[in-house]
């Protein structure tokens, strides 16, 4: 069948491995990549290849990845590699699919609805930022991801399961958790010695203690975190809880801490961007001080639009997540442009196994326009590179260049909804946790630039191994910085 297909063009590379360690082959995070590079270069913006054992098409298309995640669940479906769904579990949202995940995406959106953003985590990830930051001492030197993962893990365990920061149980669990996370991202080779394999261990310890506080609330039953909600609201059995909480924790700790470091990596870089933030970060304070208000309110958030445009930029340029795994549920033919400019993707409704079913007005339309289109066939993965996109030059002026002034109209406001991003990704699976990861980095951001101003202590960058980090953990030395 795959003869009469219109197969993008690509290379299929070694047999089992396919072409996956040149994929993987780590690069700088504000770069696509040598490989990416190569292929766009020789088969365009859609290629196929074998990847993580499977023949897949690859989109660097921004059409094809909108469409893709567009149609989640009608022509594709989420399918991240066996190892993830082993290590993070069976029940966790990234791998289920359908009613299940509908469900468990239903209480997640619930947990971080607009209605609790404003209260109570905005006074949260306010306090939690002021406990990271009023720990740096003048004139100090330290890792920067350090200490925003240890910001974004202390808030997720506070709001899921309401563990105090600094008490032991909470760094007990922040310990076991890293190990975990060395896991998730490593090879999955469960032999002993492996980082998979302790990770495997270190999952079944945080169950363990996750499972132990599910027991001490039943009689308790607070409806304040997200534990509490789940056992009074759900009737989710005790293996899924787990997996959820599990999910929730690695979800919303390590994206946007790394997107924190990113920020105070870019901005380090670009000292007008800085002075520019200051500016809007002062006249929020100013105006609190003379109404005798101290905590942020919802309000001052809504004032922050160009720290709006330095999180956008932060998000298209260092792009923490690369791309997403998908696969075909039918035969799909995309063609990239219609007349009228749009993209169009369309069911291969006409092939030998659909036979008998009538043709859509679209297919027909397209086939007399005489489009020839590629076909993605059934089965086969698919993925779309949402950096690819981001740092596409004929998408982004000087997509490399570091500029959030790109992000403002002219009118000086925050515009952030072009088509183009998608760094939480789209459609029935847009990252439920992205009103949130963008509220940390602006409180974060709003403190950080009020009091302090701070320097690489040591050369670093991110690298995309493919997961986004910086591999001497961001060293920055920081001044404190008064404001008159
Ligand atoms: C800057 C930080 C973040 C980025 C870049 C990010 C990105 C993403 C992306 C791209 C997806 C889609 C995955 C897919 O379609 O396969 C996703 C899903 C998800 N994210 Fe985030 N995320 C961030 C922060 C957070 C936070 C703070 C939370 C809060 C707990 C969170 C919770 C989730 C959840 C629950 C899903 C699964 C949604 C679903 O399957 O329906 N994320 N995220």
Not at 359 to 371: E, K, Q
Not at 461 to 466: L, R, S
Request: include cysteine; proline fraction near 5%; aromatic fraction near 10%.
């Amino acid at each position: 069948k795959q003869n009469t297909l219109n197969l993008p063009p690509g290379n299929m590379g070694w047999p089992f491995i396919g072409e996956t360690l040149g994929y993987l082959k780590p690069y700088t995070a504000t770069s696509i990549g040598e490989f990416m590079e190569q292929h766009i270069s020789r088969f365009g913006n859609i290629y196929k290849s074998n990847l993580f054992g499977e023949r897949t098409i690859v989109s660097a298309d921004a059409g094809l990845n909108r469409f893709i995640l567009q149609n989640e669940g009608r022509l594709f479906e989420c399918s991240y590699p066996r190892s993830i769904g082993g290590i993070l579990g069976k029940w966790s949202m990234l791998v289920l699919v359908g009613d299940m995940h509908r469900d468990m995406r239903t209480i997640s959106l619930n947990f971080l609805s607009n209605a609790r953003l404003r209260t109570p985590l905005l006074k949260d990830v306010e306090d939690h930022t002021l406990l990271v930051l009023r720990s740096w001492k003048d004139n100090s030197t330290f890792c920067a991801q350090d200490e925003a993962k240890k910001f974004t893990f202390n808030l997720m365990a506070k709001h899921i399961m309401s563990l105090d920061p600094g008490k032991p149980e909470t760094e007990k669990l922040k310990k076991e958790y890293i190990t975990f996370m060395k896991g998730v991202v490593s090879a999955p080779l469960n032999f002993p010695g492996t980082a998979y394999r302790k990770a495997l261990k270190s999952r079944s310890t945080i169950l363990k203690f996750i499972g132990s506080r599910m027991e001490e609330r039943t009689s308790e039953s607070t409806e304040d975190d997200l534990l509490g909600w789940v056992l009074k609201h759900s009737n989710l059995s005790k293996e899924q809880i787990l997996d959820l909480v599990l999910s929730l924790l690695f979800a919303g700790h390590e994206t946007s801490s790394v997107s924190i470091a990113l920020a105070i990596y870019f901005l380090e870089g670009c000292p007008s961007a800085v002075q520019q933030l200051r500016e809007e970060h002062i006249e929020i304070a100013r105006s609190k001080k003379k109404s005798g208000d101290v905590e942020l309110n919802w309000d001052d958030y809504k004032k922050m639009e160009f720290t709006q445009c330095v999180i956008s930029e932060t998000l298209r340029l260092g792009n923490v997540v690369r791309f997403l795994h998908r696969k075909a549920l039918k035969d799909v033919r995309y063609k990239g442009r219609c007349m009228h400019g749009s993209p169009v993707g369309i069911e291969m409704i006409s092939r030998v196994a659909e036979k008998s079913r009538p043709m859509p007005l679209g297919i027909n339309l397209l086939f007399l326009c005489g489009f020839e289109g590629y076909d993605i066939p059934c089965g086969w993965k698919v993925l779309p590179v949402i950096a690819a996109v981001h740092l596409d030059p004929s998408l982004f002026d000087q997509p490399q260049h570091f500029n959030p002034w790109r992000w403002q109209n002219s009118t000086g406001l925050s515009t952030t909804t072009s088509n183009n991003f998608m760094p939480f990704g789209g459609g029935p699976r847009l990252c439920a946790g992205s009103e949130l990861a963008k509220l940390e980095m602006a409180v974060f951001i709003h403190h950080l630039v009020l009091n302090f101003q701070w320097h690489l202590a040591d050369s670093d960058q991110a690298f995309a191994f493919p997961f986004v980090d910086f591999p001497k953990g961001l060293p920055i030395r920081v001044r404190h910085h008064t404001v008159a």
